[in-house]
């Protein structure tokens, strides 16, 4: 089945840098859009960025623009958010996600998330 585990959180003062990874498993990785998103607390989930099976960004939240980089690596099935320049505003629980349609059935998939806090 579908696996997507999320690492690399933890507290972090503003200015440092985190990179985040999520690990997936249980379909072809390669092909896949993944995504990640933040949910800070007390406020929707909300999307961060994208990257295509081929390495193509995208669909960066304005608030992390210049700051936030995902890529992934095919040949290890691993996603990756580096963050750089973090501030207090950043702190949220991030997420992996990926979709499949599946006999014409769509899924989305999630992590179990990695808790990030910005602050000093």
């Known amino acids: 089945q579908v696996q997507l585990v999320e690492s690399g959180g933890g507290l972090v003062q503003p200015g440092g840098s985190l990179r985040l990874s999520c690990a997936a498993s249980?379909?072809?990785?390669?092909?896949?859009?993944m995504h990640w998103y933040r949910q800070p607390p007390g406020k929707e989930r909300e999307l961060v960025g994208s990257?295509?099976?081929?390495?193509?960004?995208?669909n960066y939240a304005d608030s992390v623009k210049g700051r936030f980089t995902i890529s992934r690596d095919n040949g290890k099935n691993m996603v990756y958010l580096q963050m750089n320049s973090l501030k207090p505003e950043d702190t949220a629980v991030y997420y992996c996600n990926t979709r499949r349609v599946v006999d014409g059935i769509p899924y989305n998939y999630w992590g179990q998330g990695t808790q990030v806090t910005v602050s000093s």
């Open positions: 990257i295509t099976g081929l390495g193509g960004t995208g």
């Open positions: 249980g379909f072809t990785f390669s092909t896949n859009v």
